[in-house]
């Protein structure tokens, strides 16, 4: 089987910036309260490549909090560039089906951001009975 080449979606936001976790975690927080919407419990992303279908964060934060800070602060960092690439992107990612869950189907989508040329991927699960889909994690490329 050929393996393709993953080509990484431009993104235009920047990094985000801080010095410590304390400063990263309150710039993550008014993102997502913008995201927030009126009415809604949970944040929400409307994607383009699953046809303007939420994609919810509620797991991410569970996932973040499992990660040493050194590690949050570098995938925080990446959060505005994440968001615009579930927002924009309609490049095919890779596909995987979790082999311990038959039900549920793992995405990874791959972004650029233009400015510092950092790599990053976005990894989205969707549960093949309910479709919903969850942001699980962000991370560095290399």
Known sequence: MKKQKIIPFPVKSKLLT??????????????????????????????AFFKKQKVFF?????????????????????????????????NKP???????????????????TNKSKSKFVVQIKQNINTKRLQCISIFPWK
Request: with cysteine; hydrophobic share 35%.
């Open 18 to 47: 801080g010095t410590s976790y304390g400063e990263l975690k309150k710039h993550a927080d008014l993102i997502f309260a913008l995201y927030k919407g009126k009415g809604d419990k949970k944040v929400c992303v409307r994607s």
């Open 58 to 90: 509620d797991h991410f934060w569970k996932h973040m909090f499992q990660k040493p800070k050194r590690q949050r602060m570098g995938r925080l960092k990446l959060l505005l560039g994440a968001i615009e690439l579930i927002s924009k992107s309609r």
């Open 94 to 112: 890779s596909k995987k089906i979790n082999p311990k869950k038959r039900t549920e189907v793992l995405y990874r989508f791959y972004g650029i």
